[in-house]
T-cell receptor, first 111, second 115 residues
Framework: GQQLNQSPQSMFIQEGEDVSMNCTSSSIFNTWLWYKQDPGEGPVLLIALYKAGELTSNGRLTAQFGITRKDSFLNISASIPSDVGIYFCAGANSGNTPLVFGKGTRLSVIA | DSGVTQTPKHLITATGQRVTLRCSPRSGDLSVYWYQQSLDQGLQFLIQYYNGEERAKGNILERFSAQQFPDLHSELNLSSLELGDSALYFC??????????????FGNGTRLTVT
C-alpha cells in the first residue's frame, strides 16, 4: 500500500526558531493535508493543499504541495511553546480512497 | 472543538472481552472513518462508512467490526480483546468523501487499555 515518509521523527528547538518538516511518497497524491495532534486530543487540520505547486499559509504556518505531487513540506515560523505536539502529513488520491498518514513529527519547543 | 463526539473517553477491560466505541459525526457529515493509533505508530485506517454503507476497508482485524446507523452515528465493536489492541481509537467525519477537498475532522478519541 501507499506509505508516507515523514521527517524528522522528532525535533527539539528553541522558542523563536523556525521549523521545517517534510513528507515524501513513492506515489503521487492529489491532496496533501497537515494535521497537529496535542496530547490527549485528536488531530486537528492545519492546512489543506489541493493543487501541485500550491503554497498556503495559516498564520505562522506555511505548507507547499510539491510539483511532483510526491512531497509536501510544512514550515512554522517563530515557534512558541504552544506549537508543541505531533504534526502529521496525510495524502489522498480521491475522496473514495482513505487518507494515508505519515508517522508524525514530534515537536518540542524549549522556552 | 471539531464537532465529532466520541464516547467513552477511556476504557479499561480484560483480555477476551468485547467493547463498543461510539462516534457521532459533525452535523451534516455523512461519512465516518475509524483509525487506530498505537504507541509510536501513526494513524492506521480501519474502516469507512458513508450514509450507512461500508465504503472502504483498511487493516481491520476480523475480530473488529463497525456499522453506521440511520442517524449517522457509528459504532466500532472490538471482540476477543488482546493486549496488543490497547491503543487510541479515533473517529473522523467528512461531508462528501467523493470530493477530495472535503477534509477529515477528528474526535478526541477513545483510549482503550486491555489488561
Amino acid at each position: 500500500g501507499q506509505q508516507l515518509n515523514q521527517s524528522p521523527q522528532s525535533m527539539f528547538i528553541q522558542e523563536g526558531e523556525d521549523v521545517s518538516m517534510n513528507c515524501t511518497s513513492s506515489s503521487i497524491f492529489n491532496t496533501w493535508l497537515w494535521y497537529k495532534q496535542d496530547p490527549g486530543e485528536g488531530p486537528v487540520l492545519l492546512i489543506a493543499l489541493y493543487k501541485a505547486g500550491e503554497l498556503t499559509s495559516n498564520g505562522r504556518l506555511t505548507a507547499q504541495f510539491g510539483i511532483t505531487r510526491k512531497d509536501s513540506f510544512l514550515n512554522i515560523s517563530a515557534s512558541i511553546p504552544s506549537d508543541v505536539g505531533i504534526y502529521f502529513c496525510a495524502g489522498a488520491n480521491s475522496g473514495n480512497t482513505p487518507l494515508v498518514f505519515g508517522k508524525g513529527t514530534r515537536l518540542s519547543v524549549i522556552a | 472543538d471539531s464537532g465529532v463526539t466520541q464516547t467513552p473517553k477511556h476504557l479499561i477491560t480484560a483480555t477476551g472481552q468485547r467493547v463498543t466505541l461510539r462516534c457521532s459525526p459533525r452535523s451534516g457529515d455523512l461519512s465516518v472513518y475509524w483509525y487506530q493509533q498505537s504507541l509510536d505508530q501513526g494513524l492506521q485506517f480501519l474502516i469507512q462508512y458513508y450514509n450507512g454503507e461500508e465504503r472502504a476497508k483498511g487493516n481491520i482485524l476480523e475480530r473488529f467490526s463497525a456499522q453506521q446507523f440511520p442517524d449517522l452515528h457509528s459504532e466500532l465493536n472490538l471482540s476477543s480483546l488482546e493486549l496488543g489492541d490497547s491503543a487510541l481509537y479515533f473517529c473522523a467525519s467528512s461531508k462528501d468523501p467523493s470530493s477530495y477537498n472535503s477534509p477529515l475532522h477528528f474526535g478526541n478519541g477513545t483510549r482503550l487499555t486491555v489488561t
